[in-house]
C-alpha cells in the first residue's frame, strides 16, 4: 500500500497562473479532504468529500475548486493564485465517516509558493 | 464559530520531564477529539476520544477527554529529544474536523 500519494512536492507559481495539486489514495478510503496549513495556525480544512461525485466546502474554500470522480483521486484546483495561497498543502482520507471520522492518514504535503 | 484552542503555544522542557498539553473545544454536534503529532512532515495520529473520562495510553503518552468541561488534556512522562515536534488537537463535529494552532514541544538533551 502507498497509502496517501501526493503530487508535486514542490511547486512555484506566479500570481494568476492556475495549477491542480494532485491527491490518491489507495486505501479505498471513503473520505478525502484537503487542508492548508500556515505558520501558527494548524491545519485548516479548505475541501472535503464523503464519496465519489460528493463533495463539500470546509473553513477556507475560496479561491478552491474540487472533484471526486473516483474514490482513490481527489485532487484540488487552484483557480487564479495569489500569495495568501502560499501555504503547505496536506491531503488525508479516512475509511469511514458515517459513524465517525477516526484517524485520518495524511499524505506528505504540497509545498506551494506564489509570487 | 466551531473552534479549538491549545495552551501553551511553546513549550522547553529538559529530557525526563513531564509535560501536559492542554486543548479546549467549541463546536456544535462534537463527535470525537483527537491528537496528532507532527515532525517535519505530514501530522501522525496519536488518539482519539470519544467518552470522556477514559484515559487512552500508548507508552509514555496519554490522553484524558472531559466533556463537561469540553477539554482534553495530553501526557508526557519522561520527555525524550524525539518527543520533541508540533502537538495538535482536533475535534471532529459532523463530517470535518477543526484543528488548533498546535503546541511547539522542545525537549532539551
Known amino acids: 500500500n502507498a497509502g496517501v500519494t501526493q503530487t508535486p512536492k514542490f511547486q512555484v507559481l506566479k500570481t494568476g497562473q492556475s495549477m491542480t495539486l494532485q491527491c490518491a489514495q489507495d486505501?479505498?478510503?471513503?473520505?478525502m479532504s484537503w487542508y492548508r496549513q500556515d505558520p501558527g495556525m494548524g491545519l485548516r480544512l479548505i475541501h472535503y468529500?464523503?464519496?465519489?461525485?460528493?463533495?463539500d466546502q470546509g473553513e477556507v474554500p475560496n479561491g478552491y475548486n474540487v472533484s471526486r470522480s473516483t474514490t482513490e483521486d481527489f485532487p484540488l484546483r487552484l483557480l487564479s493564485a495569489a500569495p495568501s495561497q502560499t501555504s503547505v498543502y496536506f491531503c488525508?482520507?479516512?475509511?469511514?465517516?458515517?459513524?465517525?471520522?477516526?484517524?485520518?492518514?495524511f499524505g506528505p504535503g504540497t509545498r506551494l509558493t506564489v509570487t | 464559530e466551531d473552534k479549538v484552542v491549545q495552551s501553551p503555544l511553546s513549550l522547553v522542557v529538559h529530557e525526563g520531564d513531564t509535560v501536559t498539553l492542554n486543548c479546549s473545544y467549541e463546536?456544535?454536534?462534537?463527535?470525537?477529539l483527537l491528537w496528532y503529532k507532527q515532525e517535519k512532515k505530514a501530522p501522525t495520529f496519536l488518539f482519539m476520544l470519544?467518552?470522556?473520562?477514559i484515559e487512552k495510553k500508548s507508552g509514555r503518552l496519554s490522553s484524558i477527554l472531559d466533556k463537561k468541561e469540553l477539554s482534553s488534556i495530553l501526557n508526557i512522562t519522561a520527555t525524550q529529544t524525539g518527543d520533541s515536534a508540533i502537538y495538535l488537537c482536533?475535534?471532529?463535529?459532523?463530517?470535518?474536523?477543526?484543528f488548533g494552532a498546535g503546541t511547539i514541544l522542545r525537549v532539551k538533551s
Open positions: 488525508a482520507s479516512s475509511p469511514d465517516w458515517t459513524s465517525g471520522l477516526g484517524e485520518q492518514y
Open positions: 486505501m479505498n478510503h471513503e473520505y
Open positions: 468529500s464523503v464519496g465519489a461525485g460528493i463533495t
Open positions: 463546536v456544535t454536534n462534537f463527535r470525537s
Open positions: 470519544t467518552s470522556s473520562g
Open positions: 482536533a475535534a471532529e463535529y459532523g463530517n470535518k474536523l477543526v
